[in-house]
């Protein structure tokens, strides 16, 4: 079986992570795959390699920050700053943080959402990398990287877990480096 292993990082053998993600047919909707990590992350060589791999990534790349989107983000960002000897900043829904906030209005497939970050969370020129569990439609992402920017982030890149190639996410992210460890073409 051809392995896919991590750019830099021979060791990691990306078809083995996918192996351990759950594929679930029609979830949330009929017609929908959706691919389910908590298989992953409750597998501890997966897990670690997972966080592994993503930090190869930024490793030398000098990170203040890393900004994770709630919920999942909430999962990955703050093992991926321990690993990058980075901070963590939390991006959430609105009338979670409990301190002056900046706050960004974005639209989605079916309808619109809200995120919010500290007002004081980034300082100007910062290094950040925004990391997230999917790359979807890129509508997430692409507010959170807005709401940094207008803090004076430098964005170093985004970083996902899995990129559903079809829905073409990465296209509203042109503008920054992307990097994505498992890619799924549909």
């Keep these: 079986m051809p392995t896919s292993p991590v750019p830099g990082h021979p060791r990691i053998n990306c078809d083995s992570l996918k192996r351990l993600i759950r594929e679930v047919p029609d979830f949330p909707k009929p017609g929908i795959l959706f691919y389910d990590i908590t298989?992953?992350?409750?597998?501890?060589?997966?897990?670690?390699t997972l966080i592994?791999?993503?930090?190869?990534?930024y490793i030398n790349q000098d990170i203040d920050l890393v900004l994770g989107?709630?919920?999942?983000?909430?999962i990955f960002a703050p093992a991926l700053a321990y690993r990058l000897?980075?901070?963590?900043?939390?991006?959430?829904?609105?009338?979670k943080l409990p301190a002056a906030t900046v706050k960004y209005d974005y639209a989605l497939e079916y309808g619109a959402?809200?995120?919010?970050?500290?007002?004081?969370?980034?300082?100007?020129?910062?290094?950040?990398?925004?990391?997230d569990d999917l790359l979807a439609t890129g509508g997430t992402a692409e507010a959170t990287a807005k709401l940094a920017r207008s803090l004076g982030a430098h964005i170093v890149g985004?970083?996902?877990?899995v990129e559903l190639d079809f829905l073409k996410g990465r296209d509203k992210l042109s503008e920054y480096e992307?990097?994505?460890?498992?890619h799924y073409d549909n």
Excluded at 39 to 48: I, Q, V
Excluded at 69 to 74: D, I, K, P, S, V
């Design 39 to 48: 298989t992953l992350l409750k597998d501890r060589l997966g897990l670690a």
């Design 113 to 131: 959402s809200t995120l919010e970050i500290h007002r004081d969370a980034i300082e100007k020129g910062q290094r950040v990398i925004i990391a």
């Design 85 to 95: 000897n980075a901070g963590f900043v939390p991006v959430r829904k609105p009338g």
């Design 178 to 182: 992307v990097f994505s460890l498992l």
């Design 52 to 57: 592994d791999a993503l930090s190869e990534n």
């Design 69 to 74: 989107m709630e919920a999942r983000g909430f």
């Design 158 to 161: 985004l970083g996902f877990v």
